[in-house]
């Protein structure tokens, strides 16, 4: 398994894949580059304050991450990282509340096993969403929310409208 | 006495006294060189013969002029007292014909006066009659024309509003309709929100974070259901973000 393969295996949305990226490449900087002491990761994580989720994922990784990596190659394997992200299936999701950690997994995963294995989601918090979500994929949005549901069955309802107002 | 007499005695003794004067001068430039008491005798006999020369013939004078005056003035008695009855007759004839010409003018001009005042009268009466019967024909004609004008007016009138209370309807029909329409629209459209705010306000307390998990793990099996992550999803609402 490539150090890629291993970041998306544990990180879902595009964000935090990004993020990762660049705290392994300040890593690697201060492991080639750095003067003084040299750092492990775990050490290096925390003295740069990563969140907690941050480091639990990123030690979650294991020395495997680092194999393969040298002095040498560090900057370019960072870098086509970072172009190979965009490569990936993106899907932009829109919740109606604040996912935590678990609730990003959950969904990480679902997409993952469901649209595509590889899929990055880019999630955005919209009130308006209510009851659902809403996504957009290659330029098409899908509204998947109680207004959407609504305005699905527009018909229906203003059918069933008409006729209680015709009781009335 | 008679002014004429006195002014004829006077004018004879003035002309005698002026005689008596020249001849005193005469005399005395005549007479000058000799003795003054020969000559002063002789003188005043002279003068004495001449004054009385003189004062006879003032006294012819005065008797002829006296006699003359006396003459005149019987005239003039005679020919002032005819005249003056003739005057008399001769007023007395004029203050009648005068009198008769006055009496028969008044008659005259009382008799035109009635008779201006009584055509006057005809002819006012004629005049008012013509005049009142001109303006009753007038203002008849005038009536007549009004009430055709009012009539035509009225029509016209009438004709107007209808057509103006016609259109007014049709457009107040026409903005219902639009109105109706825009509002069973603003109604259509609200449907939704109404609806979505219903259930929101019902739900939104009573949900749970792991409810509103759960509704979107479902939205995602519907989505996958309708094959929203393929190229084509029937079904879908779709719109370009």
Excluded at chain 1, 72 to 101: G, H, R, S, V
Excluded at chain 2, 12 to 39: E, K, N
Aim: charge should be negative.
């Amino acid at each position: 398994m490539t150090p890629f393969e291993t970041i998306l295996k544990t990180s879902f949305v595009k964000a935090d894949v990004h993020r990762r990226i660049r705290v392994l490449r300040q890593f690697l900087e201060q492991k080639y580059y750095g003067r003084g002491e040299k750092l492990n990761l775990k050490e290096f994580l925390d003295k740069e304050k990563v969140s907690d989720t941050d480091k639990t994922v990123l030690a979650g990784w294991g020395p495997e991450i680092l194999e393969g990596i040298t002095k040498e190659n560090a900057y370019d394997l960072t870098d086509a990282m970072t172009d190979e992200i965009k490569e990936l299936p993106l899907i932009t999701l829109y919740i109606p509340f604040e996912p935590d950690e678990a609730s990003i997994q959950r969904i990480g995963t679902w997409f993952r096993e469901n649209v595509d294995k590889r899929t990055l989601v880019d999630i955005n918090v919209e009130a308006s969403v209510f009851g659902g979500c809403a996504f957009a994929q290659d330029g098409v949005y899908h509204d998947y929310s109680l207004r959407g549901l609504l305005s699905r069955h527009y018909q229906e309802i203003r059918t069933v409208f008409d006729q209680y107002a015709k009781q009335l | 006495m008679d002014p004429i007499t006195v002014m004829v005695y006077f004018v004879a003794i003035l002309f005698a006294l002026q005689c008596v004067t020249f001849f005193m001068i005469l005399q005395m430039r005549l007479h000058q060189p000799r003795t003054f008491g020969s000559t002063l005798m002789e003188n005043k006999a002279k003068t004495n013969s001449v004054l009385r020369k003189a004062i006879e013939q003032a006294n012819k004078i005065l008797v002829t002029a006296e006699l003359k005056g006396i003459q005149l003035i019987s005239k003039q008695k005679l020919s002032g007292g005819e005249l003056t009855d003739q005057f008399n007759a001769h007023l007395a004839t004029i203050e009648k014909a005068l009198q008769d010409q006055l009496e028969r003018n008044v008659a005259h001009t009382e008799e035109a006066y009635n008779s201006f005042i009584t055509q006057s009268e005809e002819m006012i009466k004629t005049h008012i009659s013509q005049n009142q019967k001109a303006l009753e024909d007038k203002a008849e004609k005038m009536v007549v024309d009004t009430e055709g004008l009012l009539q035509k007016f009225t029509v016209e009138v009438e004709e107007k509003i209808k057509g103006e209370v016609a259109g007014e309807l049709e457009k107040a029909k026409h903005e219902i309709e639009v109105y109706k329409g825009e509002r069973m629209r603003v109604l259509d459209e609200r449907i939704v929100d109404i609806l979505e705010e219903v259930v929101r306000v019902t739900l939104d307390k009573k949900l749970t974070l792991a409810d509103q998990s759960d509704f979107v793990y479902k939205a995602l099996e519907q989505a996958k259901k309708d094959n929203a992550f393929g190229d084509k999803t029937p079904g879908a609402q779709k719109k370009a973000v």
